[in-house]
């Protein structure tokens, strides 16, 4: 929230027509703002808190300038919403007012609805485009697909990145098409009825680029993270650090209508001060809630485990919606591929899959040997929907050694039994781009900095990244064209028939979860049983003509299970292994209370009661 202590800033248009600078940098001596054409810069003037300042007459959209800073250092503006000439270059202004929303009537759907699928803008298509995400909205809105969740999109070096080096954090790549076609892929996706959710980086900033400590006590040596200094959001100066980035939280939600936020690891995120930046970022969008009479959702990813990012103010919390849940997609992952190397020797075991699939978290408040202490809270009262599940996503994938996709490293019936757990769980599902055609494309990391030495120690930091798994290979140059291009889905799909089955498979699941068919597991008296010697899982749910009973059959042959139950009988719903999903055999359509039925190996199965 802006205080009295805290100003607007950037360049931005007045209602007058003009256009205001606004920049903070408190140690500064001498502030000018230099547009690209003009002979003399205009000088800035300073208030008590370090914020210069300007009315500018001859500056209109498009035109490029930079600060100059004590008259030495010219510097792009740290909250630029464009930089076309990259993160070195000159900033550009931009008009907010300039687009012509046709969004304002369309209501969102709620969390607890959401069908997510996390993109990234590069390697989705072809192009790499925004604009191009349009022609593809019709393929996951026949999927299924409600909500849209992209990587980050914030200015970062060169054309190809994961979006994770941002270093201009209010600017719209200018590779994938820049503020106004950002806009427009917005609003077309409102038309269609999906949402729109933008992942953000509040953790770290990108190695290249990065002018920002040139303005201000940015980061800090208190706290350190993986990426180096820590942002300062407790330290001295820190109020108008923590401006800057609640800033820019609520631009994207209010001027480009985002329908939410999914903050980057937010345990990175160090602030021990009295109030904690998600608390904060979350009360500032409640304010612009009430501003706009629309709801925002705010997405918490999270290796602590602890619910405190999602739990009520009242009970000290932070507020968040939800958080991403890593164990779920650990414990089916080592269930489905047998890997328990690295971080994946904390799972791999039927009975971490039965705890994820009841409360989220495996890890709440027991020891992790992988970590070598006690991780996680109890989830207690937590509502199903406040956790993020996947079977896939852009870290899981990407960051294997190789990127190889779930369907290059297990069979189609593993594939099957994997997405049907996703989509069958109490949680909110999410897929990653291509999953729901089996795509066999790697997605990998990759980057394209400018700098020799910064892509060597990319390089070589990549390598040594494996150093606790087993993987095979040699690792694939971050910084290669060739690498990135490897990454883009294939659209051919459609010409192969496991494709097109593995399609149709996740397209009829999210049509029987939109039906409910699967709502009882979210229930509270929902029953695991597992046989580890089998290797199965048999999960039931709900009452009398409301129960539903999925039986997730790991092991590599077929299993018998007595139907439960006292009278009726079972009607399936649906079966990985049946032959219109290129499966072995169809399972019995109907089954009666008492009756013994037989689960094909590496297969899941979902019956629902019949009382008739």
Known sequence: MVNNITKNIGIIKRPSQSYGAT????????????????????????????????????????????FLLDGELKRPDPASLSQPEGVHGWSAAVDQSDFSWTDHNRTPHQLSEMIIYE??????????????????????????????????????????????????????????????????????????????ILDVVYNHMGPEGNYLNDFGPYFTDK???????????????????????????????????????????????????????????????????????????????????????????????????????????????????????????????????????????????????????????????????????????????GNRMLGDRLSTIVSLEKLKLAAGIILISPFVPMLFMGEEYGEDQPFRYFVHHSDPDLIRAVQEGRSREFDSFKWQGEVPDPQSETTFNNSKLNWDFKQEEQKISVFNYYKQLISLRKQGVFSAFGSENIQTEIQEKDNLMIITAGTGS???????????????????????????????????????????????????????????????????
């Open 223 to 397: 706290y350190h993270t993986p990426w180096g200094s820590a942002l300062n959001f407790d330290e001295g100066y820190s109020d108008h650090i923590r401006n800057f980035f609640l800033q820019n939280a609520m631009m994207w939600l209010k001027d480009f209508h985002f329908d939410g936020l999914r903050l980057d690891a937010v345990h990175a995120i160090m602030d021990n001060g009295p109030t904690h930046l998600l608390k904060e970022l979350r009360q500032s969008a409640d304010d612009l809630e009430k501003e706009t009479g629309k709801p925002y959702v705010l997405i918490a990813e999270s290796d602590m485990n602890d619910v405190k990012i999602i739990s009520g103010y009242e009970t000290g919390g932070y507020g968040l919606q939800a958080q991403w849940t890593d164990d779920f997609h650990h414990a089916v992952h080592t269930l489905i591929t047998g890997e328990t190397d690295g971080y994946y020797a904390d799972y791999g075991h039927l009975k971490h899959l039965a705890k994820s699939f009841k409360q989220g978290f495996v890890y709440d408040g027991i020891y992790s040997e992988y970590r070598k202490k006690k991780v996680g809270t109890e989830p207690g009262e937590m509502n199903k929907h406040q956790f993020i599940v996947c079977i896939q996503n852009h870290d899981q994938v």
């Open 119 to 196: 993109l990234h803008v590069g390697t989705f298509t072809p192009e790499g485009t925004f604009e191009a995400i349009i022609d593809k909205l019709d393929h996951l809105l026949d999927l299924g697909i409600n909500t849209i969740e992209l990587m980050p999109i914030a200015q970062f070096p060169g054309e190809r990145n994961w979006g994770y080096d941002g270093v201009f954090p209010f600017a719209v790549q200018h590779s994938y098409g820049g503020v106004a076609k950002l806009k427009q892929l917005v609003d077309k996706c409102h038309q269609s009825g999906i949402n729109i």
């Open 23 to 66: 920049v903070w940098a408190p140690k500064s001596k001498k502030v000018e703002l230099v547009i690209n054409g003009e002979e003399n810069p205009l000088e800035l003037k300073q208030d008590e808190y370090g914020y210069w300042e300007a009315e500018i007459k001859n500056l209109k959209a498009g035109s490029k300038y930079m």
């Open 546 to 612: 409301d129960s539903v009973m999925a039986v997730l059959n790991f092991s590599s042959k077929e299993h018998p299970v007595t139907m439960p139950g006292k009278e009726g009988n079972w009607d399936k719903k649906f079966a990985s292994s049946d032959v219109q999903w290129l499966g072995p055999n169809n399972t019995s359509d109907q089954a009666g209370v008492g009756t013994e039925v037989f689960f094909p190996a590496s297969s899941i199965t979902v019956y629902q009661t019949n009382q008739s």
